[in-house]
């Protein structure tokens, strides 16, 4: 790791001379690996006290992937950091194996658990929407970002919920007055005809969002995680500090073969916490999504949609920040 040092003072100099910002994640962790990989970073930024991470939402379907999102908290310390769920009917397409699945049953050499987890009852867990209202209501006006790094579902629902006890406000009007941008890793805006994965499993959720959704969207597509590879030498290569780790062993056991990933969820979250010179932003526009499942962005200086672009340049930065900062030991971003 020596050859990715001379980044450390960056991080240093970011922890203290940015405000917290209080994040929600959404994800459909399970489907593909960059979700664990993205994570890893929000846990990091969290420890060192750039975010407070709210909570994390799960908008895939499944019994393992709240557990596997249980077990990641307290791996890293953060075992209060609440869950929010989706009771999702509909599955997902999965290309590899589900790891939440695999990690979540790994034993260690007794036969118990190789990793611990806090929860006890996982059927308690609240609705997604549920829990952004009332976390939400809690916080000062245009103070939360969400970053979403999965299917739509949990968002539309949030958008169609109606007063409670957490808020005499609708949906729409509770999130014009708490959150201050959506950050969205979807759509492909290099190829119109392009229906990608997190449109396509829940579409109409997803054309609500875009729709209705009363604050500015930035949206890191396709295009831009797949210009940007994670090297699988360096999950091979990179960890030994640690014997076993919830991360890599989701990674390894995600393909049949490891190999190179995109980093398609892991630069929304970037682009939300630390962007700097690292993106170009799209002017502003709207973005619209088909029935078929493509997104397409047309300029509108009224509009409030975004869409997010990389120089070969500004690709090679960005993947010597993820160098940096994924293969460190968490323990080196706690505030001391």
Same mark, same amino acid.
């Given at each position: 790791?020596? &050859?990715?040092?001379?980044?450390?003072?960056?991080?240093?100099?970011?922890?203290?001379?940015?405000?917290?910002?209080?994040?929600?994640?959404?994800?459909?962790?399970?489907?593909?690996?960059?979700?664990?990989?993205?994570?890893?970073?929000?846990?990091?930024?969290? =420890?060192?006290?750039?975010?407070?991470?709210?909570?994390?939402?799960l908008n895939k379907e499944g019994k393992y992937?709240?557990? !596997?999102?249980?077990?990641?908290?307290?791996?890293?310390?953060? *075992?209060?950091?609440?869950?929010?769920? =989706? @009771?999702?009917?509909?599955?997902?397409?999965?290309?590899?194996?589900?790891?939440?699945?695999?990690? %979540? @049953?790994? &034993?260690?050499?007794?036969?118990?658990?190789?990793?611990?987890?806090?929860?006890?009852?996982?059927?308690?867990?609240?609705?997604?929407?549920?829990?952004?209202?009332?976390?939400?209501?809690?916080? /000062?006006?245009?103070?939360?970002?969400? %970053?979403?790094?999965?299917? #739509?579902?949990?968002?539309?629902?949030?958008?169609? =919920?109606?007063?409670?006890?957490?808020?005499?406000?609708?949906?729409?009007?509770?999130?014009?007055?708490?959150?201050?941008?959506? %950050?969205?890793?979807?759509?492909?805006?290099?190829?119109? &005809? !392009?229906?990608?994965?997190?449109?396509?499993?829940?579409?109409?959720?997803?054309?609500?969002?875009?729709?209705?959704?009363?604050?500015?969207?930035?949206?890191?597509?396709?295009?831009?995680?797949?210009?940007?590879?994670? *090297?699988?030498?360096?999950?091979? @290569?990179?960890?030994?500090?640690?014997?076993?780790?919830?991360?890599?062993?989701?990674?390894? #056991?995600?393909l049949a073969k490891i190999e190179d990933r995109p980093t398609w969820d892991l630069t929304?979250?970037?682009?939300?916490?630390?962007?700097?010179?690292? !993106? @170009?932003?799209?002017?502003?526009?709207?973005?619209?999504?088909?029935?078929?499942? #493509?997104?397409?962005?047309?300029?509108?200086?009224?509009?409030?949609?975004?869409?997010?672009? %990389?120089?070969?340049?500004?690709? &090679?930065?960005?993947?010597?920040?993820?160098?940096?900062?994924? /293969?460190?030991?968490?323990?080196?971003?706690?505030?001391?």
């Amino acid at each position: 790791m020596k &050859k990715y040092l001379w980044l450390i003072p960056f991080f240093l100099l970011s922890a203290t001379a940015t405000a917290q910002k209080n994040i929600i994640f959404e994800t459909d962790m399970g489907n593909d690996v960059d979700d664990a990989l993205a994570i890893d970073m929000l846990y990091k930024y969290h =420890s060192s006290g750039r975010i407070n991470l709210m909570a994390i939402m799960l908008n895939k379907e499944g019994k393992y992937p709240p557990m !596997f999102i249980d077990l990641l908290n307290t791996w890293y310390g953060q *075992p209060k950091i609440p869950i929010g769920v =989706s @009771n999702r009917d509909s599955l997902s397409i999965v290309a590899g194996a589900n790891y939440t699945e695999v990690v %979540v @049953n790994e &034993k260690n050499a007794r036969g118990k658990p190789l990793y611990k987890r806090t929860l006890k009852n996982y059927e308690k867990l609240p609705d997604a929407y549920r829990l952004y209202r009332q976390l939400l209501s809690e916080k /000062p006006d245009h103070s939360v970002t969400i %970053v979403s790094v999965g299917f #739509s579902t949990n968002l539309a629902r949030l958008l169609e =919920s109606t007063a409670d006890e957490y808020s005499p406000l609708s949906g729409e009007e509770l999130i014009a007055q708490k959150v201050d941008r959506l %950050v969205v890793m979807a759509g492909h805006f290099e190829d119109p &005809k !392009f229906r990608e994965y997190n449109v396509v499993n829940d579409i109409p959720a997803c054309q609500k969002v875009y729709a209705e959704w009363p604050t500015d969207i930035y949206t890191s597509g396709f295009e831009v995680g797949l210009k940007i590879k994670y *090297p699988a030498k360096s999950i091979e @290569n990179d960890f030994t500090w640690a014997e076993h780790h919830p991360i890599t062993d989701a990674y390894k #056991s995600y393909l049949a073969k490891i190999e190179d990933r995109p980093t398609w969820d892991l630069t929304a979250v970037l682009f939300a916490i630390d962007p700097g010179t690292l !993106f @170009n932003v799209s002017p502003a526009g709207r973005i619209t999504v088909s029935d078929e499942g #493509s997104t397409h962005y047309t300029k509108d200086m009224q509009g409030n949609r975004y869409y997010l672009k %990389v120089t070969e340049n500004q690709c &090679k930065n960005i993947l010597r920040y993820f160098l940096n900062m994924i /293969p460190r030991n968490p323990e080196d971003f706690k505030k001391h």
